[in-house]
């Protein structure tokens, strides 16, 4: 499958999305050089949200509008205003795709509802996010799936049948290119809960291409997922994280992205094949194994020993696999020390 320019796939380089989410600070000018920073590091998308509070929610600050975890980030926040501090105004979206566009990035988005899906086709964005806590929305899969584009899905919080019933949504209302990352909702996520041995069981019940998106620290968790078959990573993306901003804590600096982005292609092609014997770029090691050396004097007609013959670097030699068998041979002529043994230097059958 392609996304945009982008090959997607395996025997691809990963394809890296910088997430922005609410990490521009309110600031219009911050979000262009988050993209600017973001194209720097080699990242080949950048990621907004589409929504508003009043889509997201109720402008109530009370029960279970008010964010209670002790644990949370943003504990003792209402929902509604977190949400009107960490939206992306949706004024802004056609210059910050522009502004990717122009460093040869995607941009594309996370849609909420039906509003933003129909806002975000009139900016022709070429795939579309759908986020772990609205993998379970019927209609906004459908309503995503029947655009035609490819679509990504976070996994966060997905049962198996949660995960059965979005992909066959999916692609019963026009996805043809679908890949599910696997993903922990929780900010950030420890890589004790991280759980990458899902990433190859999701590719072979699906069928699909599969990924990370990924909200614990560093890139540890994104070189694993490579190595697993992740061909798509997500992490959230800050050009500092002591500016602050909603998701600064979990978010990754530039040197650390562009880290994340040589990493991961690193261990991709670290992969390879199943492969035994010296690969071609091992050939001209071979030279540096051990072999079978006449390390004494020998005078022709002498016996080889323990003593005048050992496994010794370089490798011109027999290997030494043949060292018992050459024991006790009498060698044809003077053989002088440092001499790769061969078998036309040995005379008759060992002396018993």
Known sequence: MRIG???????HRPFVIAEM?????????????????????????IKLQTYTADT??????EREFVISDPSSLWVGRSLYDLYDEAHTPWEWH????????SHGMVAFSTPFDASSVDFLEGLDVPCYKIASFENTDVALIRKVAATGKPMIISTGMASLADLELMVSTARAHGCRDLVLLQCTSTYPATPENSNLATIPHMREMFGCEVGLSDHTAGCGAAVAAVALGASVLEKHFTLARADGGVDAAFSLEPEEMKTLVIETERARLAL????????????????FRRSLYVVEDVKAGEPLTERNVRAIRPGFGLAPRHFDLVLGRRVQRDVKRGTPLSFDLLMGEADS
Do not use: C
């Open 5 to 11: 320019p982008f090959e997607i796939g395996r025997q």
């Open 21 to 45: 989410s609410g990490n521009h600070n309110r600031s219009l000018d911050r979000a262009l050089a988050i993209i600017d920073a973001a194209a720097a590091t080699g990242a080949q998308a």
């Open 56 to 61: 997201m929610t109720l402008d109530l600050r």
């Open 94 to 101: 056609a210059a910050l795709i522009e502004r990717a566009r």
């Open 272 to 287: 390879g094949t199943v492969s035994y014997g010296p690969g071609e770029a091992e050939k001209g090691s071979l030279v």
